[in-house]
């Protein structure tokens, strides 16, 4: 069965340290991947996708990047954290194609002090 | 930009009563699907009703969508304490490869 796996649960970091968020697909082969970032009881904002290795979709101008190094893992990073972006953020996955449905990792809630 | 708002923001009500939210989207839609948040969790999926359906049923979860008024309602019967959680809704607009999620609906059952 397919599994997801995103770490850490949570992260306390000082303003201008660097971040690197790594989520990882297990049981399924060429995934579509994605991390959104949810702030405190609001919905989901999606940051990237990606439909393949080396494959990176932004869709939000931001301090931070993506990167697919294999085809099953999906890093999250940033060269210097801003308070803005603290935040609840989340990892998934899907097959692509019509009727695709997302399964999530457990999340990492992240805060930049 | 948001594609699917929530309606209500936030609804209680008490263990055993009906709980009904509602969804509505901007543009033209292949599907639409539900999710539930429990508190510092990551979302789970409930159902997808596709754009040519106008009604779904999953245990205890009824889906309708009326692409007319592009809007969708889920509905929840005889709720339970274990039911208390986010809930929110994602539509696939015609030509993105990815799901707009709505700011979602925080239920609370009461027991």
């Known amino acids: 069965s397919q599994t997801i796996h995103q770490w850490p649960a949570t992260l306390v970091q000082p303003v201008g340290s660097p971040l690197s968020l790594e989520c990882t697909v297990e049981?399924?082969?060429?995934?579509?991947l994605y991390w959104y970032r949810q702030a405190a009881g609001r919905g989901l904002q999606l940051l990237f996708y990606?439909?393949?290795?080396?494959?990176i979709s932004s869709e939000v101008p931001q301090n931070l990047s993506a990167s697919r190094p294999q085809d099953r893992q999906f890093i999250l990073s940033s060269k210097k954290l801003l308070l803005s972006d603290s935040g609840f953020y989340l990892c998934?996955?899907?097959?692509?194609?019509?009727?695709?449905?997302?399964?999530f990792g457990s999340g990492t809630q992240l805060s930049v002090l | 930009s948001q594609q699917g708002e929530e309606d209500p923001q936030a609804l209680s009500i008490q263990e055993g009563e009906n709980a009904t939210m509602n969804c509505s989207y901007k543009?033209?839609?292949?599907?639409l699907q539900w999710y539930r948040q429990n508190s510092g969790r990551g979302l789970v999926h409930l159902i997808l009703?596709?754009?040519?359906?106008r009604e779904k049923h999953s245990g205890r979860l009824r889906v309708t969508l009326d692409t007319s008024k592009k809007s969708s309602s889920l509905l929840i019967t005889a709720s339970r304490a274990a039911d208390t959680a986010s809930y929110f809704c994602?539509?696939?607009?015609?030509?993105?490869?990815?799901?707009?999620f709505g700011q979602g609906t925080r239920l609370t059952i009461n027991p």
């Open positions: 998934a996955w899907s097959v692509g194609g019509a009727d695709e449905k997302l399964f």
């Open positions: 049981g399924t082969s060429n995934p579509n």
């Open positions: 990606s439909v393949g290795i080396g494959q």
């Open positions: 543009t033209s839609i292949n599907n």
């Open positions: 009703i596709r754009s040519n359906e």
């Open positions: 994602a539509t696939d607009p015609q030509g993105a490869q990815k799901l707009v």
